[in-house]
């Protein structure tokens, strides 16, 4: 099977978000509700989920985002 949204259902891609996630609702702090949000656009088929993972990690190194942090990642 697939993860391509050109290779899977909607109900297929319900499951594997799912399945990747574990139990969400055995989490009781909440957080994981917040990542399942995140991969709703890949279950309506709008985004795959290569991008939404790209969109998501890119916030993580954007040096302007992190003080004391330029060029290769050190601090100067």
């Known amino acids: 099977m697939g993860y391509l ?3 899977t259902t909607k109900e297929e891609r319900e ?8 139990y969400i609702e055995a989490n009781c702090d909440g957080c994981m ?3 399942a949000e995140m991969y709703q656009e890949y279950i309506d088929g709008k ?3 290569r991008e939404i993972n790209m969109e998501f990690n890119a ?4 040096d302007d985002d992190m003080p004391g942090r330029s060029g290769c990642g050190y601090a100067r």
Do not use: M
Request: aromatic content about 4%.
């Open 5 to 7: 949204i050109s290779e």
């Open 15 to 22: 499951k594997i978000v799912a399945d990747s996630l574990g």
């Open 33 to 35: 509700a917040g990542l």
């Open 47 to 49: 985004k795959e989920l």
């Open 59 to 62: 916030r993580y190194v954007k």
